[in-house]
């Protein structure tokens, strides 16, 4: 079992670029998360996911977007990106209980 | 809302003395509390559950106990490789069948040889 993977590690983004994080997982999990983690400031969710075509936002939503169409893959896509979004992103899945973390991305905004 | 306190917020040991890190939190109605700890430059490594006040988890030099408020992990007699940021986390009943995670900041933890 790989766990839960993301792609890239790292990123960097000029204002107003696109781009998407990618997350698997390979454990079955319904349950998936996108966290963002800053310095000092803990981690934050900002997505997440009950299963397959079922999303909902968690409490630092604005500026990303999601999508679930398999139980195994939920990518995590910003749109115009901005300064503010530079940040360590990580995904996690769960299938009750303790959660399950990828290695994260790291991603600036210039 | 559910929140989570961590302290402190650094701790610096010298190998082989023993210390707890605290965790406060408030919650409408714990679901479970979660502890992980953080390597530099990786995700979250999920320890323990703790469901119920008076539980008690052990792993190695870890002992995570649990109150209606607190959360402590003690660490006996810790070594270098120890060393990280510890996380505590929170479910409440507001998540449904889903268990969305309230974090706190972390207690970053130095352990010396």
């Known amino acids: 079992n790989a766990g839960v993977t993301q792609t890239p590690k790292f990123r960097i983004l000029k204002i107003g670029q696109s781009m998407t994080l990618q997350c698997a997982q390979d454990?079955?999990?319904?349950?998936m998360y996108w966290y963002r983690q800053d310095p000092g400031m803990g981690l934050k969710l900002i997505y997440y996911s009950v299963g397959a075509g079922i999303t909902d936002k968690g409490e630092v939503p604005n500026g990303y977007n999601v999508s679930r169409s398999t139980t195994e893959d939920f990518p995590l896509r910003l749109e115009l990106a901005a300064p503010s979004q530079t940040s360590v992103y990580f995904c996690?899945?769960?299938?009750?209980?303790?959660?399950?973390f990828g290695p994260g991305t790291r991603l600036t905004v210039t | 809302e559910d929140q989570v306190t961590q302290s402190p917020e650094a701790l610096r040991l010298q190998e082989g003395e023993s210390s707890s890190l605290n965790c406060s939190y408030t919650v409408s109605g714990l679901r479970g509390l979660f502890w992980y700890r953080q390597d530099p430059g990786k995700g979250p490594e999920f320890l323990f559950t703790?469901?119920?006040a008076g539980e008690e988890k052990e792993k190695e030099r870890l002992k995570a106990t649990l109150t209606k408020k607190e959360s402590f992990l003690h660490i006996t007699a810790p070594k270098p490789e120890d060393s990280a940021t510890y996380l505590c986390a929170v479910a409440g009943r507001g998540g449904g069948s889903n268990y969305k995670l309230t974090f706190g900041k972390g207690t970053l933890l130095t352990v010396n040889p």
């Open positions: 996690a899945s769960s299938e009750s209980g303790e959660q399950y």
């Open positions: 454990m079955n999990h319904n349950y």
């Open positions: 703790l469901y119920s």
